[in-house]
T-cell receptor, first 115, second 111 residues
Framework: DTEVTQTPKHLVMGMTNKKSLKCEQHMGHRAMYWYKQKAKKPPELMFVYSYEKLSINESVPSRFSPECPNSSLLNLHLHALQPEDSALYLC??????????????FGSGTRLTVV | DQQVKQNSPSLSVQEGRISILNCDYTNSMFDYFLWYKKYPAEGPTFLISISSIKDKNEDGRFTVFLNKSAKHLSLHIVPSQPGDSAVYFCAASERGQNFVFGPGTRLSVLP
């Protein structure tokens, strides 16, 4: 298995909803990442987990809450989002256990729309 | 202030010809660089990397050149194929941490 799987592929949520994005990989990668990508913009790093511990939080608002239950799973919990949070949310993983980002594998993303 | 720039938002090339995508960076501490390809509705796909100890890295039809003094790198695709049509992102980092992505260049390879 050489893929990063993200579910759901599409999500529409209201501003008062609570939802979660899921990411899974079985490549033995010990670093996992959440990126946010707005239309026609490059991906922006949100969080980095290394050995299931949060190592980088790029000043992301608290309405985004990451969780890494084990080495294969990464969740992003969403609560009280704003319409401007609508974007493609990408998960990635890499072999490098220090989370330095060598050899990324990206998932295909979750297209989130906040209404 | 963009630390990684891709000044051509789009590029069209005839099939079989060479595609050259350019990337400039401002942070002299960047020492590891990646190129990604992204199709619509998909996540980016890693293409090729280069570290600052090299000035060239080749993988099949893809070659990346790094000019450290000019803070410039380029991706050459030879020969270009219609399936190469996608958005190409350049990404740079210091010691592979906290990659900064460029804005992307949309490549169209015309049959």
């Amino acid at each position: 298995d050489t893929e990063v799987t993200q579910t759901p592929k599409h999500l529409v949520m209201g501003m008062t909803n609570k939802k979660s994005l899921k990411c899974e990989q079985h490549m033995g990668h010990r670093a996992m990442y959440w990126y946010k990508q707005k239309a026609k913009k490059p991906p922006e790093l949100m969080f980095v987990y290394s050995y299931e511990k949060l190592s980088i939080n790029e000043s992301v608002p608290s309405r985004f809450s990451p969780e890494c239950p084990n080495s294969s799973l990464l969740n992003l919990h969403l609560h009280a989002l704003q319409p401007e949070d609508s974007a493609l949310y990408l998960c990635a993983s890499s072999q490098d256990p220090q989370g330095r980002g060598y050899g990324y594998t990206f998932g295909s993303g979750t297209r989130l729309t906040v209404v | 202030d963009q630390q990684v720039k891709q000044n051509s938002p789009s590029l069209s090339v005839q099939e079989g010809r060479i595609s050259i995508l350019n990337c400039d960076y401002t942070n002299s501490m960047f020492d590891y660089f990646l190129w990604y390809k992204k199709y619509p509705a998909e996540g980016p796909t890693f293409l090729i990397s280069i570290s600052s100890i090299k000035d060239k890295n080749e993988d099949g039809r893809f070659t990346v050149f790094l000019n450290k003094s000019a803070k410039h790198l380029s991706l050459h695709i030879v020969p270009s194929q219609p399936g190469d049509s996608a958005v190409y992102f350049c990404a740079a980092s210091e010691r592979g941490q906290n990659f900064v992505f460029g804005p992307g260049t949309r490549l169209s390879v015309l049959p």
